[in-house]
T-cell receptor
Framework: KAGVTQTPRYLIKTRGQQVTLSCSPI?????VSWYQQTPGQGLQFLFE???????NKGNFPGRFSGRQFSNSRSEMNVSTLELGDSALYLC?????????????FGPGTRLTVL | QKEVEQNSGPLSVPEGAIASLNCTYS??????FFWYRQYSGKSPELIMS????GDKEDGRFTAQLNKASQYVSLLIRDSQPSDSATYLC??????????FGKGTRLSVIA
């Protein structure tokens, strides 16, 4: 069974631009969560989608948004990029939502903002 | 605020020894706990899940959960240099987001 895939793997943008990242979950998984990982802050939760609905949202500004499609694929968008948005963006998929749900991570998209 | 605390390390152990990684959590409602291994420059990889009090063994790995003490641990027996990585502990409560600790860096010395 194929794992979680993320595209692109690497991105270089300049301040003020916007970016869209894509995540395809493991086949059959309906929940997708997004995280930002930086050396200083560790893994920070961005949002979770389940059956095309945002179920949870982390403490990030409105410049960060996401969506999920009917095939469970998910995208996240960051508008008006800032230098501090440079990070590894990870998505993780799980079968559904709830307390007994293992999350499996994709390889991540490394975003560099210049 | 729900928190998961881990000692950042580095934790250094000789090859063949037992590595013990610890984690405490603040949310008494947390029901499930997970250990992830993350190599430098890579994404986290799930290595153990534990849902009830006691021990759970999988190969060289043993996860231990004590809900009364709000404590989770991961033991790695016969540690190998390939086990050198950052280990992330995470807790989950109902439909709320997974909460991660900042990780413990493990170094296994050959």
């Amino acid at each position: 069974k194929a794992g979680v895939t993320q595209t692109p793997r690497y991105l270089i943008k300049t301040r003020g631009q916007q970016v869209t990242l894509s995540c395809s979950p493991i086949s059959g998984h309906r929940s997708v969560s997004w995280y930002q990982q930086t050396p200083g802050q560790g893994l920070q939760f961005l949002f979770e989608y389940f059956s095309e609905t945002q179920r949870n949202k982390g403490n990030f500004p409105g410049r960060f948004s996401g969506r999920q499609f009917s095939n469970s694929r998910s995208e996240m968008n960051v508008s008006t990029l800032e230098l501090g948005d440079s990070a590894l963006y990870l998505c993780a998929s799980s079968l559904s939502s709830g307390s007994i749900n293992e999350q499996f991570f994709g390889p991540g998209t490394r975003l560099t903002v210049l | 605020q729900k928190e998961v605390e881990q000692n950042s390390g580095p934790l250094s152990v000789p090859e063949g020894a037992i590595a013990s990684l610890n984690c405490t959590y603040s949310d008494r409602g947390s029901q499930s706990f997970f250990w992830y291994r993350q190599y430098s420059g890579k994404s986290p990889e799930l290595i153990m899940s534990i849902y009830s009090n006691g021990d759970k063994e999988d190969g060289r790995f043993t996860a231990q959960l004590n809900k009364a003490s709000q404590y989770v641990s991961l033991l790695i027996r016969d540690s190998q240099p390939s086990d050198s990585a950052t280990y992330l502990c995470a807790g989950l409560s109902g439909n709320t987001p997974l909460v991660f600790g900042k990780g413990t860096r493990l170094s296994v010395i050959a």
